[in-house]
Nanobody
């Protein structure tokens, strides 16, 4: 079993930055496919970014160039650096993981989820 705990959400003004963290236990992030997803009220959960066990990353078009996903194997923690935030980035952000080598921005492909951390962006 993999347990995930997100932190780092909060309220920022448009153009600001936040860094989300996701502490993992029960497995090591170096062996997991890990991703960030977000969900706004009334909308489906959407993939934001993922990082494969070999470090390969990919991003949703809407965040490419503004967000950066990374992991610290020593701390067993996943990060999402979010820069130049926009009001449309406001959502509950979730960390997800699955014990396989490949990743996708598809929520159904992940078996383990955190509780989420709220991001609010004011214009």
């Amino acid at each position: 079993q993999v347990q995930l705990a997100e932190s780092g959400g909060g309220s920022v003004q448009a153009g600001g930055s936040l860094r989300l963290s996701c502490a993992a236990s029960g497995s090591t992030v170096s062996r997991l496919c890990m991703g960030w997803f977000r969900q706004s009220p009334g909308k489906e959960r959407e993939g934001v970014a993922y990082i494969m066990s070999d470090g390969t990353t990919d991003y949703a078009i809407s965040v490419k160039g503004r967000f950066a996903i990374s992991k610290d194997n020593a701390k067993n923690t996943l990060y999402l650096q979010m820069n130049t935030l926009k009001p449309e980035d406001a959502a509950m952000y979730y960390c997800a993981a699955d014990p396989r080598w490949w990743c996708a921005l598809i929520s159904s492909s992940y078996n383990y989820w955190g509780q989420g951390t709220q991001v609010t962006v004011s214009s």
